[in-house]
């Protein structure tokens, strides 16, 4: 059976590793429609707390996203087959990308080929949207407390510092409506700590960032720590 399900793992991740078109926000989209819907693996709810997990920790979140239902399927094998399965191919075509880059100086024209995919991942996105939304807006709080952090992010504020501040909220109103006032204070530690972090980091990050792609000549070792620090 485990290894039926790693088999499992491996080709539903090598796929949507090679065919997924669009960033995580898409990759996600189809995970859900892929292990929710046809193969039940998870149930929504489940799915829908992996979402907020993965957005509270560093890294790309479609990454750790099939990681974790990885591990939920078939334990550390699960998770370790799971995230090759889903890395390696990206990592191939950027490398033949790359290659005909350096080769020909530039990269084939796809321009018309992006500007047919673009509808398509956005219309796949509103649809796991719709379907997560009326999952996780069960009470009116909740789908206050969710439109205004959409509105947060949609207005500029920085969509990790949102989402904290969307989480600390939540955490308010459950202490308050469950009456659990005992180990409030480790999250709001963590959460503080989290969000000072973000403020104090995130403009010298994003300089970082553009200092480094306009250094011509920059070692591999640097360029590797770099994206290293930033995963």
């Known amino acids: 059976m485990m290894r039926k399900n790693i088999f499992d793992l491996m080709r539903l991740f090598l796929k949507l590793g090679t065919v997924a078109f669009g960033g995580p926000a898409a990759h996600i989209a189809i995970m859900e429609e892929?292990?929710?819907n046809r193969r039940r693996w998870l149930t929504r709810e489940h799915f829908l707390d992996l979402i907020g997990?993965?957005?509270l920790i560093p890294g790309p979140n479609s990454t750790e996203m099939v990681m974790h239902i990885g591990?939920?399927?078939a334990g550390l094998s699960g998770l370790i087959v799971s995230g090759l399965s889903f890395i390696l191919p990206a990592v191939i075509i950027t490398g033949i990308f790359a290659w005909a880059y350096?080769?020909?100086?530039?990269?084939?024209q796809v321009s018309h080929f992006l500007?047919?995919?673009k509808p398509v991942v956005?219309?796949?996105i509103l649809v796991a949207v719709v379907r997560l939304g009326k999952t996780a807006a069960k009470t009116a709080s909740l789908t206050i407390l969710g439109s205004g952090v959409a509105v947060a992010s949609l207005l500029g504020i920085n969509e990790v510092f949102a989402l904290l501040l969307g989480g600390v909220t939540g955490i308010i109103l459950y202490t308050f409506?469950?009456?659990t006032y005992k180990n409030i204070t480790g999250w709001f530690v963590l959460t503080s700590l989290q969000t000072t972090g973000l403020l104090i980091d995130g403009n010298t990050t994003a300089v970082a960032t553009v200092s480094a792609a306009g250094v011509a000549g920059v070692s591999l070792w640097k360029l590797g720590l770099f994206f290293l620090k930033i995963g």
């Open 115 to 117: 500007f047919g995919i």
């Open 102 to 108: 350096m080769k020909f100086g530039a990269l084939p």
């Open 71 to 73: 591990y939920v399927r």
């Open 53 to 55: 997990a993965t957005n």
């Open 34 to 36: 892929e292990v929710v």
């Open 177 to 179: 409506r469950n009456k």
């Open 122 to 124: 956005i219309s796949i």
